[in-house]
């Protein structure tokens, strides 16, 4: 897919110019890509001369604070005077993944949804821009602030550099389109500084992190013949070594470099409503699917990068994943 032949479909364009009270929302628990394509997408709505507002459920994660942000991130809609006008949904692979704070909302508003994952249900209900094949929200999003006129430079390239390096493992990973590699020699055309932004992403760990990698790593278990690599990561981890949600992210592709490993598995125990439930992230390669095993879980993703939330104990979600994960490479044979 070239940069050439890509065209944002007329119907969202429209409904992003026709609407004046417009809400961004990416899905809960953001990584770079959902947080950087809402930030990226309100720069480009303010170019047109909209303020539109961003929201999350979870807020701005800490390791994106370098960022300049065109307003705050809401965190609640209780403070909005009234209903925005249009929502646009962007990464998120089904409704769902927006958070529960903000189902009503999408029951009685207008919505566009922009997404770039596998079996996307098409939610939104007066535009859908799905494409697969487009290595991060963020690139479709660069293309829309084209479409709009909005210049790819300062702090809404920034914005997208975040969003498209991330999602593309730092344009080392297969969904690294020629597309995506040319918007950024565009926007480092424009001045983007690319050792500043690279210094600000990864050179911010904290401890914590340090210390769960560490103990993580320690008791990462080899299993079948060496093709899968699973990381269990319990309450007691994440509590003795006083860690967050993003001090585990990234230790999944770390597993993925072991010689011979086919799927990576980190599952991260967390509490919600008094209750445990494993976050599960899987990573492979090439052909390697692990969409399908997420999928069988109620989540999704990509081929090479899905994830799901099973109401289970690490241990217990492991030992019903297995089999699933063994079909990867079966299927294949
Ligand atoms: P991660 O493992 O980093 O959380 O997510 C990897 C990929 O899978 C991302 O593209 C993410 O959007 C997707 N993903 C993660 N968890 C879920 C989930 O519960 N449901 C769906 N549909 N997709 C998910
Ligand atoms: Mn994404």
Not at 144 to 161: M, V
Not at 182 to 187: G, Q, S, Y
Not at 194 to 218: D, K, S
Request: a negative charge; glycine letters at 8%; charged letters at 25%.
């Amino acid at each position: 897919m070239t940069t050439e032949n890509i065209s944002v479909p007329e119907e969202l364009l429209s409904a992003l110019r026709r609407h004046k009270r417009v809400l961004i929302a990416a899905h809960a628990r953001p990584d770079p890509d959902a947080m950087g394509s809402s930030l990226a997408m309100a720069w480009a709505l303010r170019s047109t001369g909209l303020d539109a507002l961003v929201f999350n459920e979870d807020g701005l994660p800490p390791f994106l604070h370098f960022l300049t942000l065109p307003g705050p991130v809401l965190t609640s809609l209780d403070s909005l005077p009234c209903d925005p006008d249009l929502v646009v949904c962007l990464d998120c692979g089904d409704r769902a993944r927006l958070g529960e704070t903000i189902q009503p909302l999408l029951d009685r508003v207008p919505s566009v949804n922009i997404d770039h994952h596998l079996d996307n249900p098409l939610f939104g209900t007066e535009a859908n821009w799905v494409e697969p094949g487009m290595a991060a929200t963020g690139e479709l999003v660069a293309y829309i602030a084209k479409a709009l006129r909005a210049p790819l430079h300062g702090a809404l390239a920034e914005a997208l550099y975040v969003a498209i390096s991330a999602d593309t493992g730092n344009f080392s990973y297969g969904n690294t389109t020629p597309g995506a590699l040319r918007l950024v020699a565009e926007m480092v055309e424009e001045g983007l500084d690319l050792p500043r932004l690279r210094e600000a992403m990864e050179n911010n760990w904290t401890e914590a992190r340090l210390r769960l990698w560490g103990r993580i790593m320690q008791k990462v278990r080899i299993l079948e013949d060496g093709k899968l690599a699973a990381a269990l990561i319990t309450l007691e981890d994440m509590k003795s070594c006083n860690a967050s949600r993003e001090d585990s992210e990234g230790i999944v592709e770390q597993l993925r470099r072991l010689s011979g490993v086919r799927v990576a598995l980190m599952l991260r125990e967390e509490e919600k409503d008094g209750k445990i439930q494993v976050k599960a992230s899987l990573r492979s390669s090439g052909r390697d699917n692990v969409q399908k095993v997420a999928a069988q879980f109620g989540g999704g993703g990509h081929r090479n990068a899905a994830g799901a939330t099973i109401a289970l104990d690490a241990e217990k979600a492991l030992a019903v994943m297995q089999p699933y994960i063994r079909f990867v490479w079966n299927r294949l044979q």
